[in-house]
């Protein structure tokens, strides 16, 4: 047992830190801190930093394009990315539909798709739930139907996060009406340019555009785009869903907010003194530390587990919950922090010469707030979750 | 023991709600609270029409004479269709302050006009750096011949932007911590001295940073230098009134939830089917009781005396604090992805749970509180 990292890895935080530094544009970096919705040209514009690096897919092996780190490198690479506020990696591209391609694809959908992956060359999005599908997905009714050398697809997607950036959709759809439910559900690769793709955004609570609505009406989708076999679809998406297990917990972000937390309670009095230093405030700040650190600890167990080759099954289930709660429990309270500060909702266009409400530590806490209650919801919500654990673990 | 409502009780309550119910539905309400002011003149004008701005008023001041239970049934269907307009800063907070505190020329003076509709008011008490603490208020009252003026910085004074008077509290002796020395100053809205910057918070509500600069005061509600002890009744008669408010609210999302819940298929049956589910409202079912029994309780003692008036009215904002919580977030969770969305009420109704949890200070600040009360 070691608890320290190798020289070897000391060696490439150097290297990751180090290059961060010497790329991130500050002001970027600022953003960051402080939205939660950032633009489509600040996630783009972050990519090509790291893509002219040769790091456009941290997490993919050398032959596809990626770096080829391993698991406690890609860790290294999160944290630093976290703790020097860059924007989030995209991830429906690198951490998503490219593995899908890489493992399942044939040759000529690799060659196509996953240089555009690395290079973000295209936007994908996530076409999986559906009104009437959601933590029930395998109920799902989008149906494309064989003409020929193509599929009519007809249907209607619903939380798609970062649709109205996508050019491309990888989606979930039903091939076979007759078969059983997971059975009859194809894998296929749709582009969003097409006549019959309409995209509707959803505001969600906290004001802001990430998610949407789908809906596709004839749109024709050449038999090439299938990924693997008609009819496995389903476990296609097992495996993506269970892909990047150890991410999900979200531990680097969560320090980071961890410690913003901590700067705005320093900043802010309550008695006379800094609230951080207030009995009530400062035992749920150390509550939730504890929560963090077991959880980073829980979750360096698994990764190194994956770094010794061996995978990680559905216990990581646990990572999603922990990691949501903890998200919300921080963000919950950078708001309790702030007192009436809390209140003030304006939203500032880019480069406004308004002053902010308030300090401007407080900007965005809020949002993030609202926006996180999110975190428990997708991805299989966290009562999905418990029954993976309670179904796969515990055998119940 | 009695908990039930008198005859002309529940007439009000039924009227209320059937104006509500026909004037307040959610839609208008999201293009209500859109608009500029935020709320509308002419609903305004329609309480004042109806009494509903003269319930607590004392009947010599154009009054009815109501009480705390009064204000509490009007404050729960207040909270179940978020109403936007001003009443609490003005009727609850304005009107109270003048009635706590003020002499007999300025209620005559002002009441009415609050009854009538023809009067805004809002009470500037929050500042950055003392938290929730209103001993720790910095605003300095200084004497001026006859007079006096105001300088310092207000945060958070909500419906400042419609009001016409400021109930300013400022200090006029004492040190920076002292409750001692600590005053009701009125300003004129718009006067001299005055700089407002307006804002919108995240429940759809308007407030004001307000900087006063040397501003003239227009007159000084009570004991200049001795203020608290009204001051601290009417923010517990407030707290009364907005435990019931979010009582209402939290009423409606555990209604809106369960029946989503009923209607809702996943696994080919009602969501409501699945005992993690049934758990969570039974719950959440329990925190509106409980928020209820402690806003029933605190609006019961809103006149008894300090010790015990306060313990109530701590006791009712804790579980308000703690319950607007659970409820409102479980209600987003046990929705979904349509929790999660500005088109449904449920996040407008979490939003302003969470306003109220903080405004007079949070769940913490009261159990700090209750708890320094003792037996």
Redesign the interface.
Known sequence: MDLEFTADERAFRDEVRTFIRSNLPPALAEKTRQRIHLDKADFVAWHKILHAHGWGAPNWPKQYGGPGWTPVQRYIFDEECAASDAPPLVPFGISMVGPVIYTFGTDAQKQHYLPRIVSMADWWCQGYSEPGSGSDLASLRTRADSDGDHYVVNGHKIWTTQAQHANMMFCLVRTDPDAKPQEGISFLLLDMTDPGVKVRPIISIDEGHSVNEVFLDNVRVPKANLIGKEGKGWTYAKFLLGNERTGIAEVATSKQRLKRLKEIARAEQACGRPLLEDADFSAKVAAVEIDLLALEYTNLRMLAAENAGKGVGPEASMLKIRGSEIQQNLSELACEALGYYAAPYEHRPDGSNQPPVGPDYAQGRMESYLYYRATTIYGGSNEIQRNIIAKMVLGL | MDFQLSEEQTLLADSVESWLQDKYDFERWRKLVKTDLGYAEENWKTMAELGWLAIPLPEEAGGLGGGAVDAMLLAERFGRHMVAEPYFSTVILGAGLIQAAGDDKQKTEWLPAIAEGKSKWAFAH?E??????LN?TRTKATKNGDGWTLSGRK??VWDAASADRLVVLARSAGGE?DAKGLGLFVVDASGAGVAR?D?????NRR?S?IQFDHAPVLAVLGDPAHAMPAVEAVIDQAIAYMASEAVGAMAALHETTLAYAKTR????RP?GD?Q??QHRLVDMMMQVESARSLALLSALKAAAEPKERAKAAAAAKVQLGRSG?FVG?QA??IH??M?????LNV??Y??RL??LD??FG?A?FH??RFAALGD
Do not use: L
């Open positions: 929050a950055h750096g003392s938290r929730f603490a720790e945060i958070v911590t910057h804002y919108r918070t995240v429940d407030a940073d298929k996943q696994f080919g969501i699945f993690v589910i919580r977030q987003v969770q979904g992805g929790g999660m969305t500005d088109e996040g407008h979490m939003k969470m306003m903080t405004t949070n913490d159990q700090r």
